[in-house]
């Protein structure tokens, strides 16, 4: 019988958790300090991690973050060593995830949608 919850997503949820500890106490790049990690999804020889990520800001800001992302890749790595103790530590992969502005994209559309349908019911009551 398979087991509910594999091992390959508790390692992918400690690792979440370890690396949004690690942005906030640990890293000084100021580039990455504003980042918000959404979900890991790691390989089921656990030899690599996609991180997913987000932030909110202009498409510069997501270029610098990219960069110090790149930038601290190591750093993260080691780190991530030091907290979870596993015969093989995964490369990172740092992806931006862009449900987030997706999602809001389509909530302002329905707003809309909604307040021009009510525009319309108020100018026209017959309908």
Not at 77 to 103: C, M, T
Request: glycine residues 4%; aromatic residues 8%.
């Amino acid at each position: 019988m398979p087991k509910d919850y594999s091992r390959a997503l508790r390692i992918a949820d400690q690792m979440q958790r370890e690396l949004a500890d690690i942005f906030m106490h640990e890293v000084k790049d100021p580039r990455v300090k504003q980042v918000t990690i959404t979900a890991v999804e790691v390989s089921r020889d656990y030899s690599h991690a996609k991180v997913f990520y987000t932030i909110l800001g202009s498409q510069e800001e997501k270029f610098l973050v990219e960069k110090g992302l790149g930038n601290a890749n190591g750093f993260l790595r080691s780190s991530v060593s030091h907290r979870i103790k596993l015969r093989v530590v995964p490369q990172l992969h740092f992806i931006y995830d862009e449900s987030v502005e997706r999602g809001m994209y389509l909530s302002k559309l329905i707003d809309e949608a909604v307040a021009l349908e009510k525009d319309a019911n108020q100018s026209n009551p017959n309908l």
